[in-house]
C-alpha cells in the first residue's frame, strides 16, 4: 500500500493504485481489511481478499448500524442468548421453565446451540428440525416444544439487536408439511367399551380398588392433575359440587434433588371451576372413604402445605399419573383375556389407553348427549372455545354419518 499526496491530501492507494477508503487498508500479504470503532471505545475488524469483497461487508455494516443490528457481537451463539433469556424469563410456571430448559439441553445445547447466533439462517434450523426428526426420531410434540423455547430465544435475540430476522418463523409449519405430520385425534371409549371398563372394576376384587378414581375421571372429564390433587375440603357430597382450584405435578425441580410433587393453580383463569357431581360420581367418592376407613388408611402426603387428599395409594401417599396408567394397563390386559376366552363372536375389547383418554371419553358422551358448547367448555376448563370446538366436531362429525346411515335404511325399508 502506498501515500499519494495531492491537492493537500494524502491518499492512500493498494496494490493497483485504487484509492482507498478511510479504515481500509491492504496488508503486505494483499488481504484487504477495514477497521471501525463502536459507541463503547472497542475496535473492530474485517477482512477480505478483494477490495469489491471488503466492500460489499462494508455496506452491510452501514445497513446494519441503521437498523440498529449489533454488528460487533460476532461470538454471541444461540447458548449465550438462551442463557439470557432464562434469566429475564418471567411469568412462567416453574414445571414449564425446567421442562423448557430440559428440552433446550437434551436436544440443542450440544448442536444447534454452539452456533453464532448471527450467522443461523432459515436453513440452518430446517436442517436441525430435520434432523430431530429424522435421525432421533422425535414426536412432534416434541419438536414443538424445542420450537416454543426456540422462537422465543430468537425473538429475544431480534429485540436485543443481535439480528434482523427470526430464523425460526413458520419452520414448524413447514416441518410438518414437508414430512406429513399430522396430530393424532384423540382416541375416546365408546360406549361399550366404558361399559366393559367400569363393569370390568366393579366385579373384580383385585381392580375394585381402581374403581373411584376412574370413575371420577369419567364422570367430570377432570385432568389427571386436577383428580390425584383433589382434597375432601375440595369436594361438598351434600351439595353435589367439585371446587377445581389447583393441580397435582410431578417434575424435576432442576435443583439437583431429582423430581417430586408440586402444587400448581389451573394454567388460566378457566381452569378454576365448579364441577356439578353425578350420582355414580358421588358414589365413587363415598365408596374411596369406606374403603379408606376399612383398610386404615389416611392421607400422610404434605405438598406445598396442601394435604388430605382424596385418592392416595397404601402407604398414604399422593397417586401418580404413571401408576395409574400402569394400572390401566393391567386392567385391559387382564379384562380383554377374560372376555376372549368367553369365545364370543366379534367381542367387544378394550383398546390400548391412558388417564386422559378418560377425559377424552367423557367429553365424547357430552357432545353425544348434545350438551351446549358453552357448558361443555366451562366444565372441561378451556380457556379457547375452538379447543372445545374441535372435539364437538369430531363427535358430531361421526354422530351424523351413524344417523345417516339409519336414516338411509329407514328410506330403504319404507320409502325407495
Known amino acids: 500500500m502506498t ?14 493504485r485504487v484509492t482507498l477508503r478511510k479504515g481500509e487498508s491492504q496488508r503486505a500479504d494483499g ?29 452491510q455494516i452501514v445497513l446494519d448500524k441503521r437498523d440498529g443490528i449489533k454488528t460487533e457481537i ?9 442463557d439470557l433469556w432464562c434469566d429475564l424469563k418471567r411469568g412462567l410456571k416453574h414445571n414449564t421453565f425446567q421442562n423448557y430448559k430440559y428440552m433446550y439441553n437434551m436436544f440443542v445445547r450440544s448442536t444447534f446451540g454452539k452456533l453464532r447466533i448471527t450467522n443461523v439462517r432459515k436453513s440452518d434450523v430446517k436442517r436441525f428440525y430435520n434432523r430431530l426428526a429424522d435421525e432421533r426420531i422425535l414426536t412432534i410434540a416434541t419438536i414443538d416444544n424445542v420450537h416454543t423455547v426456540l422462537h422465543q430465544v430468537f425473538d429475544l435475540a431480534v429485540d436485543d439487536g443481535y439480528i434482523r430476522l427470526n430464523p425460526t ?43 373411584p378414581v376412574f370413575a371420577v375421571m369419567l364422570g367430570t372429564g377432570m385432568r389427571v392433575g386436577e383428580v390425584i390433587g383433589l382434597r375432601w375440603c375440595d369436594i361438598d357430597l351434600d351439595e353435589g359440587t367439585i371446587d377445581i ?18 402444587i400448581n393453580t389451573p394454567k388460566t383463569k378457566a381452569g378454576e371451576r365448579t364441577i356439578p357431581m353425578l350420582d355414580f360420581v358421588k358414589d365413587a367418592f363415598l365408596q374411596e372413604k369406606q374403603y379408606q376407613e376399612e383398610a386404615e388408611l389416611t392421607c400422610k402426603a404434605m405438598v406445598d402445605c396442601y394435604t388430605d387428599f382424596i385418592f392416595i395409594n397404601r402407604f398414604g401417599d399422593v397417586q401418580h399419573q404413571g401408576t395409574l396408567n400402569k394400572a390401566i394397563r393391567r386392567i385391559i390386559r387382564d379384562c380383554n383375556d377374560e372376555v376372549l376366552l368367553k369365545e364370543e363372536d366379534d367381542p367387544v375389547l378394550l383398546p390400548p389407553f ?15 348427549a348434545r350438551v351446549n358448547i358453552k357448558v ?7 380457556a379457547d372455545i375452538s379447543t372445545t370446538m374441535d372435539i364437538y366436531c369430531d363427535v358430531t362429525k361421526d354422530l351424523k354419518h351413524k344417523e345417516f346411515g339409519a336414516l338411509g335404511e329407514y328410506f330403504k325399508e319404507n320409502i325407495v
Open 74 to 82: 460476532k461470538l454471541i451463539t444461540v447458548n449465550d442468548v438462551f
Open 354 to 368: 391412558s388417564c386422559h383418554t378418560l377425559r377424552h371419553t367423557f367429553t365424547t358422551r357430552l357432545c353425544e
Open 3 to 16: 501515500t499519494k499526496k495531492g491537492k493537500g491530501k494524502n491518499r492512500r492507494l493498494d496494490r493497483d
Open 376 to 382: 361443555i367448555q366451562s366444565v372441561l376448563g378451556h
Open 245 to 262: 382450584n389447583h393441580t397435582l405435578i410431578y417434575y424435576n425441580r432442576g435443583d439437583g434433588k431429582g423430581c417430586s410433587f408440586a
Open 169 to 211: 418463523d413458520k419452520m414448524l409449519r413447514e416441518l410438518k408439511q414437508s414430512h406429513n405430520f399430522e396430530v393424532e385425534k384423540r382416541k375416546a371409549l365408546t360406549v361399550a367399551e366404558q361399559a366393559l371398563f367400569i363393569n370390568f372394576l366393579k366385579n373384580h376384587p383385585q381392580y375394585n380398588h381402581w374403581y
Open 31 to 59: 488481504i484487504y481489511d477495514y477497521r471501525w470503532s463502536t459507541p463503547d471505545g472497542k475496535r473492530h475488524a474485517i477482512y477480505a481478499s478483494t477490495l469489491e469483497a471488503l466492500r460489499e461487508k462494508e455496506e
